[in-house]
């Protein structure tokens, strides 16, 4: 029997880490084998992949020498930044430096990079249409991933560069549905009637492993998502599936950007960007390609079906 290749999986604790390692244990091909990497190797959601069998290792993305050491022996890698616990793109870029020069000097076959657009290309600094933030960026948590790519190609490392979409499991999160004053649930978005890309995580993992199948994807560019849906269809689907109505509360960019959260002005020019693009941006997601690397592959209704009760409707 040929020896199982391992995939190491940087954020394996985390949403789309976790659902790499996921995917590799429910695999019934078992052609891969995962290894989680992880800051935190005693962290209960470590202990917990450890107790399911998984290799369990130490690494940092912050210290290149520790990822050198996690991706060693490993046959492909994963590789996620995660923004949203520190909001700067430069320490994105300084992670995903570090990921490519671990995964060059441990002579990884195929790295899966998990990046999106950097919308400069689409929206210069110097275009008002969209506020810029943070000095030099549109949609910072974009904008410091794909002006990453450049990294992996630049070190020689044999990349295939994933564009995920709008995770669906941020429906779970209290703040998915807003209670309106007159008591109605509703989806508050700046996205028009413009369709919005989008995927449960759990489908993410999945297709990663199609891509680790397919050697010939590497240097290529792969979009995925599970449906291009209007915020006013979610809406619907959302209300037959929870039994109460859920509407779409649609507002201008300028107002989501001025609600005040942490990172609402980065999430309005981000929804602002799906919708001003919506054509090139979906084109980039191509549905039935992404079914053949997941055939298992959900599309919104299918997604909620299976979290209905998950969704917070308090």
Not at 6 to 20: E, F, L, M, N, R
Request: with cysteine.
């Amino acid at each position: 029997m040929a020896e199982k290749k391992i995939i190491a999986v940087v954020g394996a604790t985390g949403s789309q880490g976790g659902s790499v390692v996921r995917a590799i244990l429910e695999d019934t091909s078992g052609e891969f084998v995962a290894r989680a990497i992880t800051r935190d190797p005693e962290s209960s959601k470590a202990e917990e992949l450890a107790a399911k069998g998984v290799e369990v290792v130490q690494g940092d993305i912050d210290d290149e020498a520790s990822l050198e050491r996690a991706f060693a022996g490993a046959y492909g890698a994963y590789c996620v930044t995660f923004f949203w616990n520190h909001f700067s793109p430069e320490k994105e870029m300084a992670n995903a430096k570090k990921m490519a020069g671990a995964a060059k000097a441990a002579g990884v076959q195929h790295v899966v990079w998990s990046t999106l657009e950097d919308t400069r290309i689409y929206v210069p600094l110097e275009d008002n249409r969209m506020p810029t933030l943070q000095g030099k960026y549109k949609v910072p948590h974009f904008d410091g991933k794909g002006a990453s790519d450049h990294f992996f190609t630049d070190a020689g490392v044999p990349t295939t560069f994933l564009l995920t979409s709008f995770f669906w499991d941020n429906l779970l999160q209290p703040s998915g549905l807003s209670r309106e004053p007159d008591g109605v649930l509703a989806m508050t978005l700046p996205m028009g009637q413009e369709p919005l890309s989008g995927i449960g995580t759990e489908d993410i993992g999945r297709s990663a492993l199609g891509i680790f199948k397919r050697p010939d994807l590497i240097g290529k560019t792969v979009g995925i998502a599970g449906e291009h849906i209007p915020v006013s269809k979610m809406a619907e689907v959302l209300s037959k599936a929870i039994g109460q109505p859920v509407k779409y509360n649609e507002v201008p960019p300028d107002v989501f950007r001025s609600f005040g959260f942490p990172g609402a002005d980065d999430l309005g020019n981000m929804f602002q960007f799906y919708r001003d693009f919506a054509d090139s941006f979906t084109k980039r997601r191509d549905i039935a390609f992404a079914k053949t690397l997941n055939p298992k592959l959900q599309s919104f209704e299918q997604w909620v079906q299976a979290h209905t009760s998950q969704i917070p409707t308090g």
